[in-house]
T-cell receptor, first 114, second 112 residues
Framework: GAVVSQHPSWVICKSGTSVKIECRSLDFQATTMFWYRQFPKQSLMLMATSNEGSKATYEQGVEKDKFLINHASLTLSTLTVTSAHPEDSSFYIC??????????FGSGTRLTVV | DAKTTQPTSMDCAEGRAANLPCNHSTISGNEYVYWYRQIHSQGPQYIIHGLKNNETNEMASLIITEDRKSSTLILPHATLRDTAVYYCIVRVGGGSNYKLTFGKGTLLTVNP
């Protein structure tokens, strides 16, 4: 079946630094990928929609200059959290959509900003 | 996409069937019912989806009422590993630009 690899699975960074999270579709091409954020004991919140070769579409309230998304190929999307602060600590999850419309999620990245 | 309502939590005994209800009274004719689950600290996992007919796969069965305003996900023989948050989502089917919007889901706890 479709597999999405997300890397790293966890990361600790210092406040003010930037962190890049990768999302790869391993055995299928994904023209669209989604990025979600999940705080403890809460549901997944959609941050942005990433389309290969074009600019990402951000949900209301998500700062596009802080959460940089690049979808340079049909198998890779990256999310960079710039100038991270403790309030950015969260569980970040990506989802890739195959040509049949099925959604496959990555295993998530636990970001802790200290 | 139509809004869904699910119970906050449910308990089930190991080996018994787990029946998880979902209310989607404002569902449109072209919207599908999807079920995902999320085991703690992992990404969501697809379970099953349907439009109006009942569906069954190796993981679960999906029963959709005739008026499509509600559905039930059935795990026929729950195991401890089925403990997770189960999300019922309705959305327009097909295409790659239809985002999945997650509600709060149901925390299913399978007890030994």
């Amino acid at each position: 079946g479709a597999v999405v690899s997300q890397h790293p699975s966890w990361v600790i960074c210092k406040s003010g630094t930037s962190v890049k999270i990768e999302c790869r579709s391993l055995d299928f091409q994904a023209t669209t990928m989604f990025w979600y954020r999940q705080f403890p004991k809460q549901s997944l919140m959609l941050m942005a929609t990433s389309n290969e070769g074009s600019k990402a579409t951000y949900e209301q309230g998500v700062e596009k200059d802080k959460f940089l998304i690049n979808h340079a190929s049909l198998t890779l999307s990256t999310l960079t959290v710039t100038s991270a602060h403790p309030e950015d600590s969260s569980f970040y999850i990506c989802s890739a959509v195959g040509h049949m419309g099925g959604y496959t999620f990555g295993s998530g990245t636990r970001l802790t900003v200290v | 996409d139509a809004k869904t309502t699910q119970p906050t939590s449910m308990d089930c005994a190991e080996g018994r069937a787990a029946n998880l209800p979902c209310n989607h009274s404002t569902i449109s004719g072209n919207e599908y019912v999807y079920w995902y689950r999320q085991i703690h600290s992992q990404g969501p996992q697809y379970i099953i989806h349907g439009l109006k007919n009942n569906e069954t796969n190796e993981m679960a069965s999906l029963i959709i009422t005739e008026d499509r305003k509600s559905s039930t996900l059935i795990l026929p023989h729950a195991t401890l590993r089925d403990t997770a948050v189960y999300y019922c989502i309705v959305r327009v089917g097909g295409g790659s630009n239809y985002k999945l919007t997650f509600g709060k889901g149901t925390l299913l706890t399978v007890n030994p």
